[in-house]
């Protein structure tokens, strides 16, 4: 039977919640994954230091594994002072930056993406060689926020030289080009954003599972991202956006944006590696390329994965939590077979 191994992956975008869907997510992650960089859009953000350490302290006991690395982020705010983010730069990976209600729970996020409202915080994150994260997207025709986006990262580029900037879960063609213009400028990608466009999520009858922001977009996109990815881009990294929201916050009128891919992210990887005989590079995609953009050494943790059906579950529950996988009830060519 064929096997696939993948060492010390690592999920560079990833929302963990709190309380009991913390709970009941964390693990999903934590058992293959050997880090993964948590998103501070909790209600309310995560802006002080108490609150990030603890919770990280509640993301270490919901994941109940010491052999997982959760790297955690900051809410970017304008006003941030040089003496607290150089008091807690070394318990942070980076900052992530939201236009004010651009997605789930990024209502404290900035009003204006302008330049010289963003400056103070973005120079002393320079200087303190903090990355910024970010949600790129306008409050333009929805298909567009991100392609209107673009002028933006262009110009944060440019005056901030020596900011490491990532463009958080890319969805077009143009942010992938966009890569090769800019040294300081990096880039997250999704599983879904790889497998899906807009005609899944709504070419036939509507599919809330698949509703996410940024939106899935046109068949060339797909395609840039794919090719990226396949190729091990090395200014790409694998970013699941793994996004849960309760069943009946999906699977409703005025459905929450995201797409939980945790529990499947690793074997639908090698599925798709594998369908494209580019498994040579599945590694840099998953792991190395992110542990060399944001300089750091992963723990060790060896999955190894067979090409033998898995047949997603139809939900998870944990209490009175639960959320539906990407590819419920649907299989899967590929399993994990050992994590060491
Ligand atoms: N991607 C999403 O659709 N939702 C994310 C927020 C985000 O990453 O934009 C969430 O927190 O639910
Ligand atoms: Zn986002
Ligand atoms: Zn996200």
């Excluded at 509640?58 to 955690?72: L, S, T, V, Y």
């Excluded at 899944?200 to 698949?210: E, I, V």
């Excluded at 943790?301 to 539906?324: A, M, R």
């Amino acid at each position: 039977m064929q096997i696939f191994e993948i060492n010390s992956a690592l999920d560079m975008h990833l929302h963990l919640r709190d309380e009991d869907m913390l709970k009941l997510v964390a693990p999903k992650t934590s058992n293959t994954f050997a880090g993964a960089l948590i998103m501070p859009n909790l209600v309310p953000p995560v802006t002080t230091k108490e609150s990030l350490l603890s919770y990280k302290d509640r993301i270490k006991e919901a994941c109940g594994d010491d052999n997982f690395e959760p790297f955690m982020t900051l809410f970017f705010k304008n006003d941030y002072t040089y003496e607290f983010l150089n008091d807690i730069k070394d318990e942070i990976i980076g900052i992530k930056l939201y236009p004010a209600g651009i997605t789930t729970n990024s209502e404290n996020g900035v009003s204006s993406m302008d330049i010289e409202t963003l400056r103070p915080t973005l120079e002393i994150m320079s200087e303190l060689n903090i990355p910024l994260c970010v949600h790129g997207e306008t409050n333009g025709f929805v298909m567009d926020r991100e392609k209107e986006f673009m002028p933006i990262y262009e110009s944060l580029a440019l005056a901030f030289p020596n900011l490491k900037i990532i463009m958080e879960h890319i969805t077009t063609k143009d942010a992938v080009e966009l890569l090769d213009k800019y040294n300081n400028l990096y880039a997250t990608v999704t599983l879904h954003h790889l497998l899906i466009t807009l005609d899944d999520l709504a070419g036939g009858a509507l599919k809330p599972h698949l509703f996410c922001k940024p939106i899935a977009k046109r068949y060339e996109d797909r395609s840039a991202l794919l090719n990226a990815a396949l190729n091990a881009h090395p200014k790409l990294m694998f970013g699941s956006d793994s996004a849960p929201h309760p069943k009946h916050k999906k699977e409703c009128c005025g459905c929450a944006a995201g797409v939980f891919t945790s529990p499947i992210a690793l074997q639908v990887l090698v599925e798709l590696f594998d369908r494209y005989k580019k498994l040579e590079n599945l590694n840099a995609f998953v792991s190395l390329n992110a542990q060399r953009i944001y300089n750091f050494k992963a723990i060790e943790k060896k999955v190894t994965l067979v090409k033998k059906e898995f047949l997603v579950p139809e939900i998870y529950e944990y209490k009175n939590e639960n959320v539906v996988p990407m590819y419920a009830k649907e299989s899967i060519a590929w399993s994990i077979e050992s994590i060491k």
